[in-house]
Each structure stands twice: as structure tokens, then as C-alpha cells.
């Protein structure tokens, strides 16, 4: 959806996507730990336990994307320079970075959540947020944002923001409700 608005947006979307990879290496640790934690609790029958090691993992995870989100906000385009310094790329990758903020702020929820499901034994309902995320919310949304909105290539970058926060909303009701503390490990 990015490459027909030719090789300005989709250079900036490669680097945006390399910052975004940078952002997650320090959430994925806390998603894996998360996970583990809350699969070992639930085999030691302490679901309540499994629980508080999911949300306080999310809860760190956003910690750390809401700072990651402070600097990208504010030096976003120093950050980009240091792979690309051409103007255009530059304010492309400065909008398109601001815009991804928002995903990094609900992350925390999104992937935590997803790696305590995971780690439970629960990954039904993984699988069918996934799909519903991607194939009933980001793919339609990117298309009809891209293409029939004025929001041109920025419509792709809220339909990944809108996926995200589907995703987050998703696991943390599913989570809250506790369906997954049934599994037995």
C-alpha cells in the first residue's frame, strides 16, 4: 500500500520500520519474560499470580514505549538521519514516525499479552486476534485510508495504528476475563 506513493515514501517507511525494530527489542525481552513467567505460575496452580506477571509486564513494556515515544516525538528526525539524511525522506519518516507513536504507547498490551497467551497454552484466541487484526482491520482499513480518504500514504500508517490498538484491546479484554486461566500446563 506505501510503494505506489513511490520511492520517497517507501524509503521512509524502511526506516521508520528499522526504528519501530529498535523500539521492540527491549518489549519482546519483557513479552518473553512475561510469557514464561505466567506459563510457570499457572502450571504451579497460582492464576492470580499469572496474571499480575502479565499486567505488570505490560505495564513496564508501556513505560518504556512512552519514553521510546518522548524521544521519537521530539528527535525522530535525528534519528532517522543517522541512516538517511535527504529532506524529503526525512519529513516523510518524521510524520510517518509520529503517527506510529501511537502504537507504541498501547504495544505494551499487545505484544505482552499476546507472549502470556502464548505462554499459557492459550493461542486460539492469539491466532484469531491476529487474523482479525490484519485481514478485518489493517488490510481494509490501509486500502480504503490509502485510496479514498485525503489521507494519501499517512492512511496506511493509521490503519496500522488501528490494527494495533484492536490488538491491545483484544488481549486485554481477553486477558482481563480470564478464560485462559482454565488451560492446564
Given at each position: 500500500f506505501i510503494v505506489p506513493f513511490g520511492t520517497i515514501a517507501t524509503a521512509a517507511?524502511?526506516?521508520v520500520q528499522q526504528v519501530t525494530q529498535l523500539t521492540h527489542i527491549v518489549g519482546?525481552?519483557?513479552?518473553?519474560?512475561?510469557?514464561?513467567?505466567?506459563?510457570?505460575?499457572?502450571?504451579?496452580?497460582?492464576?492470580?499470580?499469572?496474571?499480575?506477571?502479565?499486567?505488570?509486564?505490560?505495564g513496564l513494556y508501556t513505560i518504556i514505549m512512552a519514553v521510546s515515544s518522548l524521544i521519537i516525538w521530539f528527535w525522530g528526525e535525528n534519528i532517522i538521519s543517522i541512516f538517511n539524511n535527504e529532506p524529503d525522506i526525512l519529513e516523510a519518516g518524521k510524520a510517518f514516525l509520529r503517527i506510529q507513536v501511537v502504537?507504541?504507547?498501547?504495544?505494551?498490551?499487545a505484544v505482552v499479552l499476546q507472549q502470556c497467551l502464548n505462554?499459557?497454552?492459550?493461542?486460539?484466541?492469539?491466532?484469531?486476534v491476529v487474523m482479525l487484526s490484519v485481514f478485518g482491520t489493517q488490510i481494509p482499513l490501509a486500502f480504503y485510508l490509502s485510496?479514498?480518504?485525503g489521507l494519501g500514504v499517512y492512511g496506511t500508517y493509521w490503519a496500522i495504528v488501528s490494527g494495533t490498538v484492536f490488538m491491545a484491546g483484544s488481549y486485554a479484554l481477553y486477558f482481563k476475563l480470564g478464560r485462559w486461566k482454565q488451560k492446564r500446563i
Open positions: 517507511h524502511t526506516l519482546g525481552g519483557v513479552g518473553q519474560a512475561s510469557g514464561v513467567m505466567a506459563g510457570q505460575n499457572l502450571g504451579a496452580k497460582q492464576p492470580e499470580r499469572a496474571e499480575k506477571s502479565g499486567w505488570l509486564g505490560a502504537t507504541y504507547l498501547v504495544s505494551g498490551y505462554g499459557v497454552g492459550d493461542t486460539l484466541p492469539v491466532m484469531v485510496q479514498h480518504t
